[in-house]
């Protein structure tokens, strides 16, 4: 789901990449990569509020992770 995520967000269908992000957390709720990603993709919607509501988790859920670096990078973009 995540991949299917990744490519309907980049041939723009964000509605569609947001459902894909949003079943895969459904099926597996601490998945950090589909966390980001949906953070990501809120905060470009123009939807701060909930990016961040997504990143807090995300940065919880990655800590002391490899993707702890990835996520920081994405809040930081989400904070600028």
Do not use: H, M, Q, Y
Not at 61 to 73: F, H, I, S
């Amino acid at each position: 789901l995540v991949a299917r995520a990744r490519k309907e967000a980049a041939a723009g269908d964000f509605a569609g990449a947001e459902a894909a992000f949003r079943a895969a957390l459904e099926r597996s709720p601490a998945n950090v990569a589909a966390r980001n990603n949906l953070a990501d993709l809120l905060a470009r919607r123009g939807c701060i509020v909930a990016a961040r509501a997504e990143i807090e988790r995300a940065s919880r859920d990655a800590a002391g992770t490899a993707l702890a670096a990835a996520v920081a990078a994405t809040r930081a973009e989400i904070d600028a």
